[in-house]
């Protein structure tokens, strides 16, 4: 074997290592990021989406910040955010969307709408402490409930479509929602206002 063969066979082999080295990293950057995994792997939706679920039984209650997390890492989206409340067709829009009919009279802001291609949530105040005055909870009844307490209901609609809805108090929302300064500028938005929520979740 003369020298340019042997060099021609060190370029191929140090290639051959790099090619293996970056399908490594790209690998394991896909199977450790949450949010690129979920969009590229059905089973790693699933498995988020068991995990909430699973949690909120052993808690018995959904945490805020559970919920989030979910939320954004299941299927990555946007929030549509405003302190004075999203546009009344987009809020109306979305809400049909979701799927969960509720006392608009009760509401008193609808202040942000998440969308992604698998999920889409509207988050609202209420000065409600009882879902059962927001909701009626025998539109579930058609699903299978997959939990309930007494403020908040996860539950399959179809194959297809998971639901979750809750009504979390004032000290939640502020542990888990960092749109608003809850101590100065927007104090009197949220003042003695709870957290109500509506999500249809796509298990596509």
């Known amino acids: 074997m003369d020298k ?12 051959g290592f790099l090619i ?3 399908v490594f990293i790209i690998t394991l950057f896909i199977v450790l990021s949450p949010k690129i995994s979920s969009l590229l792997l059905p089973f790693k939706r699933q498995a988020i989406l068991n995990e909430f679920i699973s ?5 018995g209650a959904i945490s805020p910040q559970e919920y989030w997390q979910f939320r954004e890492f299941y299927s990555p989206g946007y929030f549509n955010f405003s302190r004075d409340g999203i546009a009344k067709y987009l809020a109306k829009n979305s809400a049909r969307q979701i799927g969960i009919e509720y006392n608009e009279k009760k509401i008193g802001l609808i202040y942000s709408l998440f969308s992604s291609s698998r999920l889409i949530s509207l988050d609202m105040l209420t000065k409600q402490s009882s879902l059962n005055k927001i909701i009626d909870q025998k539109q579930f009844q058609k699903g299978k409930v997959l939990f ?3 403020n908040s209901v996860i539950y399959q609609e179809s194959p297809k479509i ?3 809805v809750f009504l ?5 929302m502020q542990n888990a929602n960092g749109f608003f300064d809850y101590q ?3 104090k009197k938005i949220t003042q003695g206002e709870n957290w ?3 999500t249809s979740v796509n298990l596509d």
């Open 4 to 15: 340019t063969q042997k060099f021609l066979k060190f370029i191929k082999s140090i290639y």
């Open 196 to 198: 109500f929520n509506i």
């Open 162 to 164: 998971i639901k979750i």
């Open 168 to 172: 979390l108090d004032n000290s939640d």
């Open 148 to 150: 309930v307490n007494n």
């Open 55 to 59: 949690k909120t039984k052993t808690e």
């Open 20 to 22: 293996i080295l970056l």
């Open 184 to 186: 100065d500028k927007d």
